[in-house]
């Protein structure tokens, strides 16, 4: 199967086509695409045409709520809403966390899909699951390198913004496939 | 039918809602931002869902976040509170595309009333008076040309939006040509509208505003006046009812005209009508705000009438179940808004931990707040704290209980506006009940504190 393209084997004029497409993303393209994300309720907003994809995801600040603001969280959610079907599922925090497992949260309120199954490698920002805000498809993506190892919800339950859908861990150092992970790219 | 509502607001007007809930045997979920996981309509809701980090425009602000939170929680109904989405045609269209219902006016009717000068037309239409004022502003000439045929003093507003944002008073042609791009702007950031149109300013003026509600059937009453002649920067602080401006007979005709004119345009569900006064009593109209108000609490003591209760009644499509003379206006009532602010240094807005806090009561009092001890006040949203509501069968006993429960307010940790209030029942203008909307900006909020120290 062909890879995609590289930049040793691209001619002239491909180069040429790349300097015209990206006067075009960053003059036209990606300043209509801040303002619909500003003006949306979205986190992150991706578009895909021919060879390009253009992902813009707002900037920190807000998201991407931190382990210790999580925890306060879950502490305080039984307490909060008994009962509550939401995250029914969220994790009581039983398992005692080690810095090598981080939590991936819903970057929205929504119904949650899981994409990756438990056992596959992730790479950092790769999408993990989804969840569907009014049928429009956020990205859950993996918290750190390492492998997914848990995943909380179910296809189809609702989450709500913030909540702790899976976890991934880094691979343990003294497995004997650890330094294989390190060196080769898993492609 | 509603069953199940989506609270899709924050601090105290959630609470309020929530109690609404409870009393009619409807389910409530409180919708939150990050920024809200510790407060109280969230600790004391049936169920609560956080639905986007503190910035608003990701949470509260987010239509999307909103539907979709009331859909997975099985809600059939969103109550939008004050503020925030709250008169937003779009979002109340989006609301019952989804197969929910909006609880306030339906889309078509909040469209209706969207533009503050073509609502002024219409219920001019209908009979209301209304102050001079010119049309949409197209460019500098043409504003310059209208407010000279107004007559200067003119007031630049905005036709989107309220809360006194993008709006200036102006003397003079010249400031008037200083000012305007500064207001289109401040409105372009504020409401996303950077129309603007002028108003005779006034220069003495009281703010009477009256209370409606109609149902779906076109059968309306209205719940007379409130006065919120006390203001600071067009931001209302203090407000009472009966007027003390107004006659007996004068108010029951503008509260009568008022109701006549909302059911002739079409209005729907509670709504609020504003005037100006001037000083020989004629009023005029100026707004319309299509949702409940903050300072309703004053309206629910003089009437016995559970409004947020009625809005929810009126969205599920139930008739008023009552007439005009089924509602009274009974003694006088006083809301002092308690804002975590200091007055003393113009009015900066304070955040951080309540560390000690008690609320007043006693015969006569409320007070509607979402603050407790430990509680931390977000840096994220208006300042507004709680309402202190007081009741008395006339103005003197109302300002009497006023005073003792201000006195039982204790707030620490916070700063809060508790001294402006109390500069007020202890001001000649207030208790002469001759207190007009310029009156704090003239004098100076630092001065008239002072001036009550002294006294006192």
């Known amino acids: 199967m062909p890879e995609p393209h590289r930049p040793s084997d691209r001619t002239a004029a491909d180069r040429q086509a790349d300097h015209a497409g990206l006067a075009r993303l960053s003059e036209t393209l990606v300043p209509a695409l801040v303002s619909k994300l500003n003006g949306s309720g979205l986190g992150e907003l991706e578009v895909r045409e021919g060879d390009w994809k253009v992902r813009l995801r707002r900037a920190p600040g807000a998201p991407v709520p931190g382990r210790r603001e999580r925890s306060r969280a879950a502490a305080h959610a039984p307490a909060h809403a008994p009962g509550r079907p939401i995250g029914a599922s969220a994790p009581t925090p039983a398992e005692p966390r080690d810095s090598h497992r981080v939590s991936a949260l819903s970057p929205a309120v929504g119904v949650f899909r899981s994409i990756a199954a438990v056992g596959t490698r992730v790479r950092s920002g790769d999408r993990i699951a989804v969840v569907d805000l009014l049928g429009i498809p956020q990205d859950v993506p993996a918290p750190i390198d390492g492998i997914l190892v848990q995943v909380f919800v179910e296809t189809?339950?609702?989450?709500?913004?913030?909540?702790?859908?899976?976890?991934?861990?880094?691979?343990?150092?003294?497995?004997?496939?650890?330094?294989?992970?390190?060196?080769?790219?898993?492609? | 039918m509603i069953t199940r509502v989506l609270i899709a607001n924050r601090g105290e007007i959630a609470l309020r809602i929530l109690r609404a809930c409870r009393t009619l045997g409807i389910e409530a979920v409180v919708a939150y931002s990050e920024a809200d996981r510790e407060s109280l309509p969230v600790m004391l809701a049936d169920e609560a869902i956080c639905i986007g980090p503190a910035d608003a425009r990701r949470s509260?602000?987010?239509?999307?976040?909103?539907?979709?939170?009331?859909?997975?929680?099985?809600?059939?109904?969103?109550?939008?509170?004050?503020?925030?989405?709250?008169?937003?045609?779009?979002?109340?269209?989006?609301?019952?595309?989804?197969?929910?219902?909006?609880?306030?006016?339906?889309?078509?009717?909040?469209?209706?009333?969207?533009?503050?000068?073509?609502?002024?037309?219409?219920?001019?239409?209908?009979?209301?008076?209304?102050?001079?004022?010119?049309?949409?502003?197209?460019?500098?000439?043409?504003?310059?040309?209208?407010?000279?045929?107004?007559?200067?003093?003119?007031?630049?507003?905005?036709?989107?939006?309220?809360?006194?944002?993008?709006?200036?008073?102006?003397?003079?042609?010249?400031?008037?040509?200083?000012?305007?791009?500064?207001?289109?702007?401040?409105?372009?950031?504020a409401f996303g509208d950077d129309s603007l149109y002028l108003e005779k300013w006034l220069e003495e003026n009281r703010h009477v505003e009256i209370q409606v509600a109609v149902d779906r059937f076109g059968h309306g009453v209205h719940l007379w006046e409130r006065d919120c002649s006390v203001q600071r920067r067009h931001q209302k602080i203090l407000e009472e009812s009966p007027s003390p401006a107004m006659t007996p007979a004068g108010r029951r005709e503008?509260?009568?005209?008022?109701?006549?004119?909302?059911?002739?345009?079409?209005?729907?569900?509670?709504?609020?009508?504003?005037?100006?006064?001037?000083?020989?009593?004629?009023?005029?109209?100026?707004?319309?705000?299509?949702?409940?108000?903050?300072?309703?609490?004053?309206?629910?003591?003089?009437?016995?009438?559970?409004?947020?209760?009625?809005?929810?009644?009126?969205?599920?499509?139930?008739?008023?179940?009552?007439?005009?003379?089924?509602?009274?206006?009974?003694?006088?009532?006083?809301?002092?808004?308690?804002?975590?602010e200091d007055a003393a240094h113009e009015f900066r807005p304070g955040a951080g931990t309540i560390e000690r806090f008690n609320a007043p009561g006693g015969p006569g009092v409320r007070f509607d707040s979402h603050a407790y001890a430990g509680y931390e006040v977000p840096p994220y949203y208006d300042s507004l704290l709680g309402k202190l509501v007081v009741w008395g069968s006339t103005r003197e006993a109302a300002i009497a209980r006023g005073r003792a429960?201000?006195?039982?307010?204790?707030?620490?940790?916070?700063?809060?506006?508790?001294?402006?209030?109390?500069?007020?029942?202890?001001?000649?203008?207030?208790?002469?009940?001759?207190?007009?909307?310029?009156?704090?900006?003239?004098?100076?909020?630092?001065?008239?504190?002072?001036?009550?120290?002294?006294?006192?």
């Open chain 1, 156 to 187: 189809g339950q609702a989450v709500e913004y913030g909540e702790e859908v899976a976890a991934v861990a880094e691979p343990v150092e003294v497995a004997s496939d650890a330094a294989d992970a390190d060196g080769e790219d898993p492609a």
């Open chain 2, 60 to 189: 509260y602000l987010s239509a999307p976040a909103i539907i979709s939170a009331a859909m997975v929680t099985g809600c059939d109904a969103i109550h939008p509170g004050y503020g925030f989405l709250s008169e937003d045609d779009a979002f109340a269209d989006a609301v019952r595309a989804h197969g929910l219902t909006f609880i306030g006016p339906s889309a078509h009717v909040l469209e209706r009333f969207a533009s503050k000068e073509e609502t002024r037309r219409l219920l001019s239409a209908h009979g209301l008076p209304t102050i001079p004022g010119s049309g949409l502003l197209v460019d500098e000439q043409q504003a310059l040309d209208e407010a000279g045929r107004i007559g200067y003093p003119v007031l630049l507003k905005p036709s989107a939006g309220g809360g006194g944002k993008g709006m200036r008073m102006v003397r003079s042609p010249r400031e008037l040509a200083a000012v305007l791009p500064i207001c289109r702007s401040e409105a372009k950031a």
């Open chain 2, 254 to 340: 503008l509260a009568e005209r008022a109701i006549k004119a909302a059911v002739a345009a079409g209005y729907e569900n509670v709504g609020t009508l504003e005037f100006l006064v001037d000083a020989d009593g004629n009023a005029y109209f100026i707004e319309i705000n299509c949702r409940i108000q903050v300072e309703h609490p004053v309206t629910e003591m003089l009437t016995g009438i559970d409004m947020v209760a009625m809005q929810i009644r009126i969205a599920a499509g139930e008739p008023l179940g009552l007439n005009q003379a089924d509602v009274p206006q009974r003694g006088h009532a006083i809301e002092f808004r308690i804002n975590a």
């Open chain 2, 405 to 456: 429960a201000l006195a039982e307010l204790v707030v620490e940790g916070v700063v809060v506006n508790t001294p402006i209030h109390r500069a007020l029942l202890d001001s000649e203008p207030f208790l002469e009940g001759r207190f007009t909307t310029n009156l704090l900006d003239r004098v100076g909020s630092a001065a008239f504190l002072a001036a009550a120290e002294r006294k006192a």
